[in-house]
């Protein structure tokens, strides 16, 4: 299934080449499962969102090797995509941008015409054909009409599609300049959270002969946070996140987090229930 990752060392600018390329279980190596597209959202100096997609899979683009090298930011979204809802081109590849935002989506929503139709003038937002751009533009719709609290705008839109709409899964992360949300809704898909606090171990990643191959000394100097749908190393201290919460990790690093869906969705879907290209989207691997 897809692989959404996130990382905030705000307020310091970082990288995430570690997680992106060298980690034991990268966003490189992910794509040899999930082929259909790879990008990467970061900020620069100004706070201008970046963002870099291709229609093919990170271990063959040397260019999304050059971006995981070089690109710096306070936070970054990327996503390594299995298809399940629209073809394989730009405008479908994770993550998206609006407002200054950006989104990824690891799960499946259907009805999409109700969704649409709710979206009203909001579907101008919306360019390419997933499912997961059109949630975008539902949150961007509801952090508008909440006066631009992302929090707020994110659980009023996922309670509507909780209960208006057929969800297998709607885990997600958005990022600013200096903040990260992350969902996980529900248990259907896991998400997994990363609080490494500064003066921690250089991350270091040996082949299978021992020897160490990969040092990440810089990572270690600051703290960070990583949201991952799968651990990407040993670190002792992954944690799933629980059905239904709301991860806020702010421009100072402090983590905060609250159950904003309690309850199932009022219409579930299970892998059944899918479209084959959805079913095989969503299959662990």
Known sequence: MCRLFGLTGAPRRTRATFWLLDAPDSLDEQ??????????????????AE???????????????????????????????????????????????????????????????VLQAHLGAAMARVAGDTDSERLFALITRE?????????????????????????YSINLVLITAGDLWALRYPDTNRLFLLDRPAGGQPLRHSDAAG??????????????VVVASEPMDDHPDWRPLRSGELLHVGVGGQVTSVTVLPDPPAHPLTLADLRPEAATSQQPH
């Open 143 to 167: 952090i508008d009409a909440a006066g631009g609290d992302v929090g707020r705008g994110i659980t009023a839109a996922v309670r509507w599609v909780a209960a208006n709409l057929p969800v």
């Open 31 to 48: 794509s040899h499962r999930n082929p259909d597209g790879t990008g990467l959202g970061y900020f620069d100096a100004d706070g201008w």
């Open 211 to 224: 020897a160490t191959r990969v040092h990440a000394d810089e990572l270690a100097s600051a703290p960070a």
């Open 51 to 113: 963002l870099f997609r291709q229609p093919i899979a990170a271990w063959e683009d040397r260019q999304f090797a050059a971006q995981a090298r070089q690109a710096r930011s306070t936070t970054f979204v990327a996503h390594v995509r299995h298809a399940s809802t629209g073809g394989l081109a730009p405008r479908n590849t994770h993550p998206f941008r609006q407002d200054g935002r950006l989104f990824a989506h690891n799960g499946v929503i259907e009805d999409l015409d």
